[in-house]
Protein backbone atom coordinates (compact mmCIF):
# COMPACT_ATOMS: atom_id res chain seq x y z
CA UNK A 1 0.00 0.00 0.00
CA UNK A 2 1.30 3.52 -1.29
CA UNK A 3 2.18 6.15 1.36
CA UNK A 4 -0.51 8.33 -0.22
CA UNK A 5 -3.19 5.80 0.77
CA UNK A 6 -2.17 5.01 4.11
CA UNK A 7 -2.48 8.73 4.86
CA UNK A 8 -5.77 8.87 3.38
CA UNK A 9 -7.02 5.59 5.18
CA UNK A 10 -5.61 6.77 8.95
CA UNK A 11 -7.14 10.23 7.78
CA UNK A 12 -10.86 8.47 7.53
CA UNK A 13 -9.90 6.17 10.63
CA UNK A 14 -9.07 9.20 13.15
CA UNK A 15 -12.87 10.79 11.65
CA UNK A 16 -14.44 7.66 12.01
CA UNK A 17 -13.43 6.61 14.99
CA UNK A 18 -13.97 10.30 16.56
CA UNK A 19 -17.48 9.96 15.28
CA UNK A 20 -18.14 6.68 16.94
CA UNK A 21 -16.74 7.41 19.63
CA UNK A 22 -18.63 10.60 20.22
CA UNK A 23 -21.87 8.91 19.18
CA UNK A 24 -21.38 5.99 22.24
CA UNK A 25 -20.59 8.91 24.59
CA UNK A 26 -24.02 10.80 23.43
CA UNK A 27 -26.13 7.03 23.49
CA UNK A 28 -24.90 4.81 25.51
CA UNK A 29 -23.36 6.65 28.53
CA UNK A 30 -19.85 6.30 26.70
CA UNK A 31 -18.81 2.59 27.26
CA UNK A 32 -17.22 2.13 24.00
CA UNK A 33 -14.12 4.47 24.08
CA UNK A 34 -11.55 2.65 26.04
CA UNK A 35 -10.84 -1.44 26.11
CA UNK A 36 -9.85 -1.14 29.37
CA UNK A 37 -12.46 1.25 30.79
CA UNK A 38 -15.05 -0.71 29.34
CA UNK A 39 -13.22 -3.88 31.01
CA UNK A 40 -13.30 -2.36 34.11
CA UNK A 41 -17.04 -1.61 33.52
CA UNK A 42 -17.98 -5.11 32.59
CA UNK A 43 -16.28 -6.39 35.99
CA UNK A 44 -17.68 -3.66 38.13
CA UNK A 45 -21.40 -4.71 36.79
CA UNK A 46 -20.88 -8.56 37.07
CA UNK A 47 -19.66 -8.18 40.62
CA UNK A 48 -23.00 -6.28 41.28
CA UNK A 49 -24.64 -8.41 39.89
CA UNK A 50 -23.24 -11.57 41.85
CA UNK A 51 -24.18 -9.89 44.97
CA UNK A 52 -27.70 -10.79 44.92
CA UNK A 53 -28.91 -14.10 46.79
CA UNK A 54 -30.05 -16.83 44.98
CA UNK A 55 -30.22 -20.87 45.87
CA UNK A 56 -27.47 -22.47 43.73
CA UNK A 57 -28.59 -25.65 42.44
CA UNK A 58 -32.55 -25.25 41.96
CA UNK A 59 -34.79 -26.27 38.53
CA UNK A 60 -35.09 -22.48 38.05
CA UNK A 61 -31.07 -21.66 37.96
CA UNK A 62 -30.46 -25.16 35.91
CA UNK A 63 -33.16 -24.26 33.37
CA UNK A 64 -31.33 -20.98 33.02
CA UNK A 65 -28.04 -21.99 32.98
CA UNK A 66 -29.05 -24.12 29.78
CA UNK A 67 -30.61 -21.22 27.77
CA UNK A 68 -27.12 -19.36 27.95
CA UNK A 69 -25.17 -19.65 25.14
CA UNK A 70 -22.97 -22.30 24.82
CA UNK A 71 -19.53 -20.81 26.56
CA UNK A 72 -21.55 -19.45 29.02
CA UNK A 73 -22.21 -22.79 30.57
CA UNK A 74 -18.53 -23.28 30.93
CA UNK A 75 -17.18 -20.40 31.65
CA UNK A 76 -17.88 -16.81 33.41
CA UNK A 77 -19.03 -14.36 31.41
CA UNK A 78 -16.89 -11.77 32.61
CA UNK A 79 -13.88 -13.79 32.15
CA UNK A 80 -15.19 -14.41 28.33
CA UNK A 81 -16.24 -10.56 28.16
CA UNK A 82 -12.74 -9.67 29.37
CA UNK A 83 -11.11 -12.11 27.15
CA UNK A 84 -12.51 -10.91 23.59
CA UNK A 85 -12.25 -7.28 24.55
CA UNK A 86 -7.91 -7.37 25.57
CA UNK A 87 -7.89 -10.72 22.61
CA UNK A 88 -9.38 -8.33 20.11
CA UNK A 89 -7.85 -5.06 21.17
CA UNK A 90 -4.19 -6.12 20.92
CA UNK A 91 -4.83 -8.26 17.48
CA UNK A 92 -2.44 -6.94 15.14
CA UNK A 93 -1.53 -3.84 17.33
CA UNK A 94 2.55 -2.97 17.37
CA UNK A 95 3.01 -4.53 20.47
CA UNK A 96 2.16 -7.91 18.98
CA UNK A 97 5.02 -7.42 15.67
CA UNK A 98 7.46 -7.07 18.10
CA UNK A 99 6.55 -10.16 19.79
CA UNK A 100 6.83 -11.93 16.48
CA UNK A 101 9.89 -10.72 15.77
CA UNK A 102 11.41 -11.17 19.77
CA UNK A 103 10.45 -14.64 19.24
CA UNK A 104 11.73 -15.25 16.07
CA UNK A 105 15.24 -14.36 17.59
CA UNK A 106 14.82 -15.57 21.05
CA UNK A 107 13.35 -18.34 23.04
CA UNK A 108 9.80 -18.71 22.47
CA UNK A 109 8.99 -19.68 25.72
CA UNK A 110 10.59 -16.53 27.26
CA UNK A 111 8.72 -14.57 24.77
CA UNK A 112 5.33 -16.06 25.74
CA UNK A 113 6.03 -15.88 29.69
CA UNK A 114 7.45 -12.30 29.42
CA UNK A 115 4.37 -11.18 26.96
CA UNK A 116 1.83 -13.10 29.99
CA UNK A 117 3.34 -11.31 32.20
CA UNK A 118 3.51 -7.85 30.52
CA UNK A 119 -0.07 -7.87 29.55
CA UNK A 120 -1.06 -9.27 33.07
CA UNK A 121 0.70 -5.96 34.70
CA UNK A 122 -0.74 -3.66 32.39
CA UNK A 123 -4.19 -4.93 32.35
CA UNK A 124 -4.34 -4.77 36.45
CA UNK A 125 -2.66 -1.33 36.13
CA UNK A 126 -5.65 0.08 33.75
CA UNK A 127 -8.39 -1.83 35.65
CA UNK A 128 -6.83 -0.45 38.89
CA UNK A 129 -6.50 2.90 37.54
CA UNK A 130 -9.70 2.91 35.44
CA UNK A 131 -11.64 2.21 39.36
CA UNK A 132 -10.06 5.19 40.44
CA UNK A 133 -10.65 7.24 37.53
CA UNK A 134 -14.03 6.43 37.14
CA UNK A 135 -14.90 7.55 40.34
CA UNK A 136 -13.63 10.83 40.07
CA UNK A 137 -14.48 11.67 36.09
CA UNK A 138 -17.51 10.65 34.67
CA UNK A 139 -17.34 8.12 31.73
CA UNK A 140 -19.43 10.34 29.31
CA UNK A 141 -16.61 13.15 29.96
CA UNK A 142 -13.81 10.58 28.98
CA UNK A 143 -15.66 9.56 25.98
CA UNK A 144 -16.32 13.08 24.91
CA UNK A 145 -12.97 14.06 25.22
CA UNK A 146 -11.62 10.82 23.31
CA UNK A 147 -13.68 11.85 20.34
CA UNK A 148 -12.97 15.45 19.83
CA UNK A 149 -9.48 14.05 20.34
CA UNK A 150 -10.08 12.03 16.99
CA UNK A 151 -11.67 14.34 15.66
CA UNK A 152 -8.41 17.04 16.07
CA UNK A 153 -6.15 14.01 15.06
CA UNK A 154 -7.93 13.32 12.16
CA UNK A 155 -8.37 17.20 10.98
CA UNK A 156 -4.51 17.42 11.96
CA UNK A 157 -3.93 14.37 9.59
CA UNK A 158 -6.23 15.70 6.40
CA UNK A 159 -4.56 19.27 6.52
CA UNK A 160 -0.61 17.72 5.94
CA UNK A 161 0.77 16.11 3.49
CA UNK A 162 1.29 12.36 2.96
Request: charged share 15%; glycine share 12%.
Amino acid sequence: MSRKWTHHVTTILFFGFGLWTLWEAFTNDGYAYSSYLLLFHLVDADMKANTGTTKSGSKADDLKKQKRPFLTQFFSPILLKAFSITFFGEWGDKSQLATIGLAADENPLGVVLGGILGQALCTTAAVIGGKSLASQISEKMIGLSGGFLFLIFGMQSFLSTA
